[in-house]
């Protein structure tokens, strides 16, 4: 479904991406895991288009995510992607955030849109929230509703960029829970998170990044209990015994 073939992507003088090679299949959860700076967002913003790549090639179902094409923008409306902030509209209610992309940038019918955005927040759990602001919600409840927008689009692959980090501690569970049912549901998902147990019981495997290379991948089981090098070692010891 993604694949990435030697992709090379600087800022400047300064190569981020040095050679990425991994493969998503569809229905498959992948967890890219790394330190701080590795490159992790850098490589899910190159798969939407957020940011161009110089060398190798990213394709989504075949087709290459190429910034200079006339595609790109319909090709990168096939994967949503889920911040670490939200990025919810402030102005506008739950209900109104979902509906935004179908209305503006898929062109969709209002009443069928409506539907099934209440129908997503119903799934998310917020039935009960359709037309509170964002400012009068938790944090989990602002990235469940992210999520229904995500879904709202119909993408063939959702990334999330840490979608649990910017969360109070009582709020990561039921967050987590609503993309472990996107996982049964077999959605095809990237996710960079620093929560290893989410990532050894949802993931198929893991990526693990580090100064731009993936160091390791492999199974999530295998690679998470039995890291094979030392960089995956010390990084999988510092997330599970913070200081
Ligand atoms: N727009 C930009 N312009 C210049 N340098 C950038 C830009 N975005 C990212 N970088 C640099 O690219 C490198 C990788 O950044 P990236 O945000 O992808 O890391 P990350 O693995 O997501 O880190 P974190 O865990 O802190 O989110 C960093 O050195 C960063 O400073
Ligand atoms: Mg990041």
């Known amino acids: 479904m993604i694949t990435f073939d030697n992709v090379h992507k600087s800022f400047g003088a300064h190569e981020v991406l040095k050679g990425i090679n991994a493969e998503i299949a569809k229905g498959q959860v992948v967890c890219l895991i790394g330190p701080s700076g590795s490159g992790k967002s850098t490589l899910l913003r190159c798969v939407n288009g957020l940011e161009t790549y110089q060398r190798g090639r990213i394709s989504i179902d075949g087709t290459v995510v190429d910034a200079a094409s006339p595609q790109v923008h319909a090709i990168c409306t096939r994967v949503s992607m889920v911040f670490q902030r939200f990025n919810l509209f402030p102005h506008r209610t739950a209900l109104e955030n979902v509906m935004e992309g179908p209305l503006y940038v898929l ?137």
């Open 107 to 243: 062109k969709e019918n209002r009443n069928q849109v409506r539907e099934r955005a209440t129908a997503l927040l119903n799934r998310v759990g917020l039935a009960d929230k359709t037309n509170a602001y964002p400012a009068s919600l938790s944090g989990g409840q602002q990235q469940r509703v992210a999520i229904a927008r995500a879904l709202a689009m119909r993408p063939q692959a959702i990334l999330f960029d840490e979608p649990t980090s910017a969360l109070d501690p009582e709020t990561v569970g039921e967050v987590l829970q609503v993309m472990r049912a996107l996982a049964d549901e077999n959605m095809t998902m990237l996710v960079v998170t620093h929560e290893i147990q989410f990532a050894r019981e949802v993931s198929d495997s893991v990526l693990f990044l580090d100064g731009g290379r993936i160091v390791e991948q492999g199974p999530a089981k295998e690679l998470l209990r039995h890291p094979k090098h030392e960089r995956t070692r010390d990084f999988l010891h510092r997330v599970m015994h913070p200081v």
